[in-house]
């Protein structure tokens, strides 16, 4: 299985050099200049780890850190930067980094510590998370079969799960929905549909109490319950 990381890093030599490296070593490799960039590449990939630069424009990589460790648990994620005082260390530790190395990074340590890593990643799914399967469009829970879902609804609950506080109003999925399948054009009531859908093959795979996605008064949708993305 080929696994998928992301490289977030605005230095555009490095990041062209990361990039190789690990293209090298068989991953699938995408790369991010920032927050958004990043979000754009979890939209569109079903990334495992992630290779994360501090000193970023915009958003600094520890409250990127910290979003994805609210909205993306268990994913791999390693910073890699020219920080190097303890107090940094610990705050990177602190904020969901797995591991901390500094530049430059010895090219065998850090593909061997993505490599372990990923590894940790896998054997640390839980059969009791609710599982979105990208690739396969498949919404499990328990390690069960599992229900078959369309290329619109893998992609509505994929956008929901890496979204911040996992909200996104209509606008913005249906932005998505146009931008994958630019043969439709969606609509608010086409959405609509689509959510019931989700909610109704949802049902089995959740306990009775819960709700996959929540309508939100004035701001859109959001997932009720945690989301693990896998290949």
Known sequence: MRHEIAVVEDDAL????????FEDEGYGVHEALNYEGLLDVL????VRLVILDL???????YEI?????????????IMLTARARIGDRV????????????????PQELTAAAASLSRRVLSDQRADDLCLDCARQCLSAGGGEGVILTG?????????ALAPDMTLDSGSLMDLLAEKFPDRTPTQRSLENTISRIRGKAT??????????????????QLGLPLRLID
Request: hydrophobic content about 40%.
């Open 14 to 21: 490095l990041r062209e050099e990361l990039v190789s490296l």
């Open 43 to 46: 939209r569109l990939h079903a």
């Open 55 to 61: 000193n970023l424009p915009g958003v600094s990589g």
């Open 65 to 77: 850190a910290r979003k994805l460790r609210e909205t993306q648990p268990a994913i791999g994620l």
């Open 91 to 106: 705050k990177g530790y602190d904020v969901g980094a797995d591991l901390y190395l500094t530049k430059p990074a010895d």
């Open 152 to 160: 619109a609804e893998t992609l509505i609950l994929r956008s929901l």
């Open 204 to 221: 089995g795979q959740l306990p009775a109490d819960a709700t996959l996605i929540r309508s939100v008064r004035g701001l859109g949708y």
